[in-house]
């Protein structure tokens, strides 16, 4: 039908990217942990106050990392919600643990913080919560919870850059926090995540796992005489040319935040009258938490009405996306449930439905997508009314 006018995302560059690309090849050290690389780190922990943070190839990758510092192993379970990526489950799965999915809250995709304690075994060993959209999950509740049965909280933070929960930065609460800089997120490399260490226990391995089970950034250090193999690992650090684009993002964060939020808010303010009629719910924020206007959605009845919302507004050139199949029903973990209905889950599996939002996305394209779906909806509207009427 009609092309794509408007996209789902759209990666912005600042600038500076290839400039700082060029600057990190030219000095002549493009593998790990150099020059860039240091600047990153020291950007967050300084902006955020995390005890120490390390860049990876993914957030993929610094979960899995989270997960060979928790020291998880067969038999273990891991407390995860449903409605999540695939990552915030698969690292736990690589090192033999068994999921045990958590449901949603009603009326926000969130893991139901309330509901934990009740999942929890002898064999838990940690708790994954993860910051859909960017919105904070109830920290202080899972966090006590979690200190009285002696678990781990891993923050699956790949969404929440630059949220506060009650004024703590996302990433700082829970003892390990994972991050993406995935093209899809606010801050971006390409393909990128950070591991932050909150807890000092693990300071120390978790910068010896990154360097493939050596003790190599410590000899770097001058710390030690010689590096060997003192540990298992795995090539997590990204080159310096993926940190050196994301040092000309992180320069520019503040701006990509505040053109983000305002378009957020603006996306808002124009669905607030069809939200009001009842015809769709909007996102609810939870007043511990900030907005880092990760993403936009709404929610609809059904599954159906998302299949006519989406269709109608694909013919008009602009791309909405679904987002997650409640993992608890997908193809490789079903047999492994244990059966329980997660019913908040799948609902925002069949009926949440996320808009464009990206930099470079113009007010007049909201104007643009929001008038369109009102259109939607009044048409649906008569169409329901006239058949009430028969
Ligand atoms: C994007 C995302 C991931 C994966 O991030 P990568 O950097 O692509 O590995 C994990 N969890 C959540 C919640 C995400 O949104």
């Known amino acids: 039908m009609s092309a794509i006018e408007i996209p789902f995302n759209k990666p ?19 593998s790990g942990n150099g020059l860039f690389t240091q600047k990153c780190h020291r950007f967050f922990e ?26 998880i192993q067969p038999g273990d379970e891991v407390i995860v919600p449903s409605y999540t990526f695939v990552s915030s489950a698969l690292a736990f799965v690589r090192q033999g643990a068994k999921i045990v999915f958590a449901d949603s809250y009603s009326d926000n995709p969130n893991i139901d913080a309330t509901q934990i304690e009740a999942l929890i075994t002898s064999k838990t060993k940690a ?6 959209a960017g919105v904070a999950c109830d920290m202080d509740l899972i966090m006590e919870v979690a200190n009285r049965f002696n678990l781990l909280v891993i923050e699956d933070a790949a969404q929440a850059i630059d949220t506060y929960y009650k004024g703590q930065p996302l990433g700082t609460i829970g003892h390990l926090a994972a991050f993406s800089f995935h093209e899809t997120k606010n801050i971006i490399a390409g393909e990128g995540g950070m591991l932050a260490i909150n807890d000092e ?24 005489n010689k590096y060997g193999w003192v540990d298992i690992g795995s090539s997590f650090l ?6 050196a684009f994301l040092y000309a993002q992180l320069e520019n964060m503040e701006d990509i935040q505040q053109k983000r939020t305002a378009l957020w808010n603006y996306y808002h303010e124009k669905l607030s ?35 006519t919302l989406i269709k109608r507004l694909k013919e008009n050139g602009i791309l909405a996306v679904f987002h997650y199949l409640s993992l608890h029903s997908s193809p490789f973990y079903t047999a492994e449930h244990d059966g329980r209905l997660l019913s908040n889950s799948d609902y925002f599996s069949d009926c949440l439905v996320r808009l464009p939002l990206f930099y470079e996305l113009t007010f007049r394209d909201i104007d643009k997508i929001t008038a369109l779906i009102e259109q939607i909806y009044s048409e649906y509207n008569h169409a329901q009314a006239v058949h009430h009427y028969h």
């Open 238 to 243: 990204p080159s310096e040319i993926i940190s």
């Open 273 to 307: 009258p069809l939200a009001a009629q009842g015809f769709i719910q909007l996102p609810s924020l939870p007043d511990y938490t900030t907005n880092n206007a990760h993403l936009f959605y709404l929610i609809c009845h059904s599954i159906n009405d998302r299949e």
């Open 201 to 224: 226990r693990f300071l120390k391995r978790a910068e010896t796992i990154w360097e493939k089970g050596t003790n190599r950034a410590e000899f770097f250090r001058g710390e030690i």
């Open 46 to 71: 300084e902006k955020y106050g995390f005890k120490k943070v390390l860049l990876t190839t993914s957030c993929t990758d610094a979960l899995e990392m989270a997960a060979i510092l928790a020291n």
């Open 127 to 132: 708790i994954v919560p993860v910051h859909y």
């Open 12 to 30: 912005y560059l600042t600038g500076k990217e290839t400039a700082y690309i060029v600057e990190a090849v030219q000095s002549g050290k493009i």
